[in-house]
Nanobody, 124 residues
Framework: QVQLVESGGGLVQAGDSLRLSCAAS????????MGWFRQAPGKERELVTA????????YYADSVKGRSTISRDNAKNTVYLQMNSLKTEDTAVYYC?????????????????WGQGTQVTVSS
């Protein structure tokens, strides 16, 4: 069992930056690829970014590419999402998730554990 706890969400203005953190406990963190998903009201959950077990490979959705950076610290059992130049359309609940067998391109169905989510609201 892996427990994931996100933090760092909040209310910011368009153009601001935000860093989300996801702390993991339980089984060996480095065995899991990690992803950040988001879900806006009335929309489906979407994969924002993912990182491989070693951190050597990453994936970014087009909507955040060039504005966001995912990273992980396996010694601290934590994955981060740095978001810059935030837009109102980035408003959503952000979830981190752990994926034991899949890759950075896996869909949400392949993720085994989920955090409770953290709200990010970007005002204009």
């Amino acid at each position: 069992q892996v427990q994931l706890v996100e933090s760092g969400g909040g209310l910011v203005q368009a153009g601001d930056s935000l860093r989300l953190s996801c702390a993991a406990s339980g089984r060996t963190f480095s065995r899991y690829a990690m992803g950040w998903f988001r879900q806006a009201p009335g929309k489906e959950r979407e994969l924002v970014t993912a990182i491989s077990r070693t951190g050597g490979s990453t994936y970014y959705a087009d909507s955040v590419k060039g504005r966001s950076t995912i990273s992980r610290d396996n010694a601290k059992n934590t994955v981060y999402l740095q978001m810059n130049s935030l837009k109102t359309e980035d408003t959503a609940v952000y979830y981190c998730a752990a994926n034991l067998y899949g890759s950075i391109y896996s869909t949400d169905r392949d993720y085994d554990y989920w955090g409770q989510g953290t709200q990010v609201t970007v005002s204009s």
